[in-house]
């Protein structure tokens, strides 16, 4: 196998609740003493390799959102490593993360600059994302005036244009009216194939086995089963159809 | 850790500036003389200083400073006020703004990948544009009432440094503003008391020690003096010794507590906005 392009190593996440505003301000200045904790993530490990596609498949509240958050970088574990190697782009909360004033180009440029790029390259890959997006003039202007669904595009056009190391994907995805999202799924097919690591996150099992060889089912915040799609898909069924049955 | 700070404002220059342009389109669009609410809220304030003082008052028409040489320096109320006043509402905006700021841009650290630290830097360099251009029409004032000296330099001493300095005191309190609002709403509460606590409508060497000292303790009142060692007292930045000393390990205190107050609440921030 090639190597690892997201490493995973005992990572834990812990979610303090705090009883009121009044424990969070004692929080501030003392550790809190057996607060309420909700362990979204236990002991997570894996490894991902560059070129893979993964599933990701477990119930609300499981750990998924967590997981891809820390992938991402915008939240961090409290214990273990994780290591990302590479330009992660992220179709999750497309509208999310624009800055309102700036216009369409400028927020292409902010992006391009959080995800480390360079001047020239975002020049080169500037026009493209314009044209993918369907903003025409609209560009120029600033974000603020774009409806609900131009910002999802230009979101989804800057991050599936930026040629990204890893794609993390949630199928839940809302891009707009029905022919931007046949072009946006060609997209995501056209990225896959070109050999873009491909994390997914979805409650459709056909739809990861369509796409993803290898899943990995959360439960609770532990790994309950690593491996073949299949496999997966048939341990996380199992359980959901006992559960069923237990509420029976 | 000690960097992470400096590594997240590396190589995002050009976007800072961008993003702090964008503040203040934000703050002042919509609004018909637009940026010109900058000059008119702090102009009525000092006007309104003025007229309770100089007017309502009586007494207050003519300021005597004691600078530690034989003659108390004289001045007139309106202009020692204003030069002291300028640096204030630098520093007002900057406490109350730097504190809310994670909070009200938080949209950059739930959602996306963000240099966190940049947010603070890009809106108080916002409000140093506003600063700047309250101090040209400061300056014009100066030079008409005063006329211009080589000390007027000494502004861009003063001004960088209390640039840094509230900008590192808003690594504490903007992270622990987004994780309690109380501490929010505590330093909201706080600041209209610690302006009549600071020497902008008195002169705070005017007094007895041991209490002369303590007033040297509030940083404010280092800026408020420096800019009159600017443009009314001209002496240098290093004629009060034991002023600009304090101020310094203050400084470096603030500094040191923001770092560590950064980097202790920076990863628990996405899970608290």
């Known amino acids: ?248 | 850790m000690i960097t992470s700070i400096f590594k997240e404002h590396k190589g995002f220059g050009k976007q800072i500036f961008l993003l702090a342009k964008n503040e203040l389109i934000k703050t002042y669009k919509g609004a018909v003389i637009g940026p010109g609410w900058a000059v008119v809220k702090p102009a009525f304030t000092v006007f309104v200083y003025w007229f309770a003082f100089s007017v309502g008052i009586k007494t207050m028409k003519t300021m005597h400073v004691n600078l530690g040489s034989h003659d108390p320096f004289s001045i007139d109320f309106f202009t020692f006020m204003f030069i002291g006043i300028i640096p204030w509402f630098f520093i007002q905006d900057s406490i109350i703004q730097g504190a809310k700021t994670l909070r009200t841009n938080r949209q950059f650290i739930t959602k996306v990948k963000f240099p966190v630290s940049t947010i603070l830097t890009y809106t108080a360099i916002s409000r140093l544009y506003v600063h700047i251009m309250l101090m040209v029409l400061m300056y014009a004032y100066v030079i008409f009432a005063i006329g211009p000296s080589w000390y007027n330099l000494q502004f861009f001493f003063y001004c960088p440094l209390m640039f840094m300095f509230f900008l590192a005191l808003s690594w504490s309190t903007a992270p622990m503003s987004a994780f309690s609002k109380d501490f929010e709403s505590l330093i909201v509460s706080i600041m209209s008391g610690i302006f009549w606590l600071s020497g902008i409508m008195y002169d705070s060497y005017s007094f007895q020690e041991p209490l002369k000292f303590i007033m040297l303790l509030n940083p404010i009142n280092f800026f408020a003096n420096g800019y009159r060692n600017c443009f009314l007292y001209h002496r240098p930045f290093f004629y009060y010794k034991t002023e600009l000393a304090v101020f310094l390990a203050e400084f470096i205190f603030v500094f040191a507590l923001g770092i560590f107050n950064y980097n202790r609440l920076r990863k628990k921030l996405p899970d608290v906005l």
């Open chain 1, 1 to 248: 196998m090639s190597e690892a392009i997201i490493t995973f190593k005992n990572v834990s996440k812990t979610y303090i609740l705090y009883k009121n505003d009044q424990a969070r301000f004692k929080a501030l200045f003392f550790k809190p003493r057996n607060p309420k904790t909700n362990k979204a993530l236990n002991d997570v490990s894996f490894e991902i390799y560059r070129g893979e596609s993964v599933g990701i498949v477990g119930d609300n509240g499981a750990g998924k959102s967590t997981l891809l958050k820390m992938i991402t970088g915008v939240a961090f574990p409290d214990e273990g490593e994780i290591i990302v190697n590479g330009k992660v782009a992220a179709l999750l909360e497309l509208t999310a993360g624009f800055s309102m004033e700036m216009t369409g180009r400028e927020n292409i440029y902010l992006k391009g600059y959080i995800l480390g790029l360079e001047d020239a390259y975002i020049k080169q890959i500037e026009e493209r994302i314009i044209e993918f997006a369907e903003l025409g003039d609209y560009i120029d202007q600033p974000v603020r005036t774009y409806s609900s669904g131009m910002k999802m595009r230009l979101g989804f056009a800057i991050n599936v244009n930026i040629e990204p190391d890893v794609l993390v994907v949630d199928e839940a995805l809302s891009v707009g009216d029905a022919s931007f999202k046949r072009k946006c799924k060609d997209k995501i097919k056209e990225i896959i194939s070109a050999g873009t690591t491909v994390l997914y996150v979805s409650h459709n099992a056909e739809s990861v086995r369509e796409i993803c060889p290898r899943s990995i089912y959360l439960r609770k915040g532990t790994v309950i089963f690593d491996g073949n799609t299949d496999e997966t898909l048939k341990v996380y069924q199992d359980y959901k159809a006992a559960q069923k049955n237990k509420k029976k």
